[in-house]
């Protein structure tokens, strides 16, 4: 489920800034897909094997590192849905959106909460990548746009029940990073016109994520706006 070759680049560069060792333990991953059978079935099995491998990273910091040796995870969750109207979205792709923006995150979540309350010292940071589509969205994104409500309050609730387990969540909503999936040609607006909208490197989505992961535990980001700054966002529509 985590193949070296799907990890975001953003995560492998950021572990090179920080000097942290990225671990990911074919046996842990076996160990989570075997619990995921029992407690979720076939269909939670499904939804985390295909999608945990662009979903989620365990990052453990070296030692010295900011986080004070506590596991770092980041949920990267990429699934974007076809550009339709809302009547016309079918089942399978609303359900393949929210399997791999929600459900996976979710389940990665559960056992991120049991590695960090179960290690010693306890806790860590649990870092989602969230969306500016949570707060305002485009035209005829209905399942992204929920998707990313879901993991905007889903940060919110980590970031109140690890309170008591040395446990921090944070969450970047990013806008318009220049990567493979941009749109040079424009993007549709709610008047119904295209427009080419500004774009910003993506090197700067990844050092918000440093920032973040590099706090020591008592310290928390709970969520980050980062958006190109002549983009229509503020005021959209």
């Not at 309350?117 to 949570?134: D, L, T, V, W, Y």
């Not at 690890?162 to 493979?180: E, K, L, V």
Request: charged share 20%.
């Amino acid at each position: 489920m985590f193949a070296l070759r799907e990890l975001n680049q953003m995560e492998r560069e950021m572990c090179v800034f920080l000097e942290w060792d990225l671990t990911i333990l074919g046996e842990e991953v076996f160990e989570f897909e075997d619990r995921v059978w029992e407690e979720h079935g076939a269909r939670g099995v499904a939804r985390a094997s295909c999608s945990a491998s662009s979903v989620t990273q365990i990052v453990a910091p070296s030692r010295g590192g900011g986080a004070g040796g506590n596991t770092q995870k980041v949920k990267n969750a990429v699934m974007g849905n076809p550009k339709t109207p809302c009547e016309d979205v079918s089942l399978q792709d609303f359900l393949g959106v929210i399997d791999v923006n929600v459900t996976a995150c979710f389940l990665c979540s559960q056992e991120a909460f049991r590695i960090m309350k179960s290690q010693e010292p306890k806790g860590g940071r649990i870092i989602n990548n969230g969306s500016i589509s949570a707060y305002s969205p485009r035209p005829n994104h209905v399942p992204y746009t929920m998707s990313k409500h879901a993991v905007a309050w889903l940060t919110k609730c980590l970031a109140l029940d690890g309170r008591q387990h040395n446990i921090a969540c944070s969450q970047p909503d990013i806008g318009n990073a220049q990567t493979a999936i941009s749109r040079p040609g424009g993007m549709l607006q709610p008047n119904g016109q295209m427009m080419v909208e500004a774009y910003y490197d993506a090197e700067y989505a990844g050092q918000a994520v440093v920032y973040m992961a590099s706090l020591p535990l008592g310290v928390n980001v709970l969520n980050q706006t980062l958006m190109a700054t002549t983009m229509p966002f503020v005021g959209r529509g």
